[in-house]
């Protein structure tokens, strides 16, 4: 009974762990950024369909990182570092907002296909495509549910644009929510969010590690 206990939690784990990587496969290859939707499409291809065996958000998370350092390398650094410089000067022109940077270009796992993600804080909803219409920015509108804590959720508006080559995924907020960020779909902590400070020290962190890479081994 013991034994048959144990194989059967060895089965789950194993199929868990493949999951979890086809998962990051697909999210690596596929372009595809929602980790439930990355999570359903790979149980579809494995065959797997029980629920004990679904991987949790965190352990994709994982499995995408140990991918892109194995497979993707520096086309992945360059995306991302190329993302976050975008993001900061992003960042500069949207100033009156308070801008934060949060999703795959902060965490480090943002690749070709990413947006740059960016939370704008207003209390007036109609500022931010004002501005970005005073620009001449066309943007797309759109919306979005958040989770602002265990209790309460919310629907907010984004805005969608395309510059540099890049999109740039733009959500507004009200004001209040600087001091304490929506949960994330990851784990229902709040979001990891970075001021412009912030982003540019991870830019600086990038570029000394970038260059510690390039140069020649000493005998």
Known sequence: M?????????????????????????????????????????????GIHDDASLPRNREIEAALREYQRLFQGQDQGEALHERRLAAARAMEFFAPFQPRLVGPVLDGTADSHSPVALHLHADDADAVPRFLDEHGIPAEARGRRLRLDRTRHGDFPVWVFAAEGLTFDLVVLPVQTLRQAPLSGLDERPMARASLGRLRQLIAEDEIADYERSRPATA
């Open 2 to 46: 013991h034994r048959a206990r144990q194989h059967a939690e060895t089965r789950t784990r194993e199929r868990r762990h493949r999951l979890a990587h086809e998962a990051a496969r697909l999210m690596a290859e596929g372009g595809i950024r929602d980790y439930h939707q990355a999570k359903l499409k790979a149980a579809d291809r494995l």
